[in-house]
């Protein structure tokens, strides 16, 4: 527990009683409440206090969340974008192997062996 200042309040300890009695009143508020009774606090200070007391009522904080990548997409496809090479290594595949219809028929028993 923080220690009283000698010959002042203790800072938190005023910010939490006020969000006692005002559990809806923002940081400003406070700031602006405490101020008229003569105790000079920061914004940042009562977002602080805020912050620390959700923690130990066992509030979890918001968690960040990933954005979607889009509906359907399969998991590991890291990109639908094929290079300019890949194509062209398609293109030289098909030409030996006699056309895409036959390049196609070969792929389909390849990923049937593996």
Same mark, same amino acid.
């Given at each position: 527990?923080?220690?009283?200042? *000698?010959?002042?309040? %203790? +800072? ?7 969000? *006692?009695?005002? !559990?809806?009143?923002? !940081?400003?508020? @406070?700031? %602006? ?12 200070? @009562?977002? %602080?206090?805020?912050?620390?007391? *959700?923690?130990?009522? &066992?509030?979890? !904080?918001?968690? +960040? ?10 998991? &590991? ?16 595949? *098909? #030409? +030996? @192997?006699? &056309? @895409? ?9 390849? #990923?049937?062996?593996?």
């Amino acid at each position: 527990m923080a220690k009283k200042r *000698a010959g002042g309040t %203790n +800072k938190s300890a005023a910010i939490r009683e006020f969000m *006692a009695a005002n !559990p809806k009143a923002g !940081p400003t508020e @406070v700031c %602006n409440e405490l101020k008229k009774k003569g105790i000079e606090v920061a914004p940042a200070l @009562v977002s %602080n206090v805020k912050a620390a007391a *959700a923690r130990k009522a &066992g509030k979890k !904080p918001r968690k +960040k969340v990933a954005k979607k990548r889009g509906v359907g997409r399969p998991a &590991g496809s890291v990109s639908d974008k094929v290079s300019l090479s890949s194509l062209i290594d398609a293109r030289e595949f *098909a #030409s +030996k @192997v006699g &056309g @895409v219809e036959q390049a196609e028929k070969l792929l389909k028993a390849l #990923s049937k062996l593996g």
